[in-house]
């Protein structure tokens, strides 16, 4: 958690007053809301300096908010993307001690991030952080079908009547998983190579659809986030957004779509 000490000692926060204090907080970047809720309780964060301990507390306008004596001001807006390596997990931290996709940010000084929806543990590609909370609620709102594109390599040789089951989909623990588009990339001896797009973020989607199948999945990687590839970003390495990216992301706006090469 990062809070930028404020360079003008009376400059306030212009704080909704309709907003809880810990989503104030989260919304100026400077911690995460549940983070924030966690600092609130232990009394960490004063507004216009009185000590405030309820997260829900609303949040006069223009109050001056500060965490541990320093003053949070709006910091700036970050947008990046990450190749995810398999093996982390997409979450700040991990109670069983796992390695995080936030290891791929140490020793920057970047503030506050949280991820953009989740990648699993074993999974790889496109992963989007960001400090702007209403452009992530946005991306990741079920009613804009945002498409995103999967590369993944399935333990069988697929035909069309596997393509189409999974168009048609099937229903897994009383949720409806399918996929909207399938293609067969290539294949082997023993395996296949599919693109699979989805517009729908269920928990494990494509590796439930699968298992419904019976079919082993060895490797999934998401290369593409709307009109955003993840192109030849290497392994573990991220970036910043350009501009054109960040609007093109929005729900309604248009950018071309450059798709990166095959896994």
């Not at 989260?26 to 300096?49: D, F, M, Q």
């Not at 223009?62 to 990046?80: F, K, M, N, S």
């Not at 009547?161 to 048609?168: I, S, T, V, W």
Request: with cysteine.
């Amino acid at each position: 958690m990062r809070v930028r000490r404020s360079t003008n000692s009376g400059k306030k926060t212009g704080a909704n007053p309709k907003h809880g204090l810990a989503r104030v907080l989260s919304k100026l970047g400077a911690c995460s809301r549940a983070e924030a809720s966690s600092l609130i309780r232990a009394g960490r964060v004063t507004v216009n300096g009185h000590s405030v301990h309820r997260p829900e507390q609303s949040v006069p306008q223009g109050a001056e908010l500060q965490i541990d004596g320093q003053t949070v001001t709006t910091v700036e807006r970050i947008y990046l993307a990450l190749n995810k390596p398999r093996g982390l997990v997409t979450t700040s931290s991990d109670e069983k001690g796992r390695a995080t996709v936030f290891e791929c940010f140490a020793g920057t000084d970047l503030p506050h991030l949280s991820a953009v929806g989740r990648l699993d543990q074993a999974s790889e590609g496109l992963l989007l952080f960001t400090n702007d909370t209403a452009w992530a609620a946005a991306l990741t709102d079920p009613a804009q079908h945002v498409d995103k594109i999967y590369h993944v390599q399935i333990g069988v040789v697929a035909d069309k009547d596997l393509l189409r089951k999974l168009e048609a989909g099937v229903t897994d623990e009383g949720e409806f998983l399918a996929v909207k588009h399938a293609r067969l990339l290539r294949h082997g001896e023993h395996t296949s190579w599919l693109e699979l797009t989805i517009d729908e973020g269920r928990n494990r989607h494509l590796r439930r659809l699968f298992a419904a199948f019976t079919i082993e999945v060895q490797r999934l990687i998401r290369v593409s986030i709307g009109p955003l590839a993840l192109g030849d970003l290497a392994k573990g390495i991220w970036r910043k957004l350009t501009p054109a990216e960040v609007v093109g992301l929005r729900p309604g706006a248009k950018m071309p779509c450059i798709r990166g090469k095959n896994t």
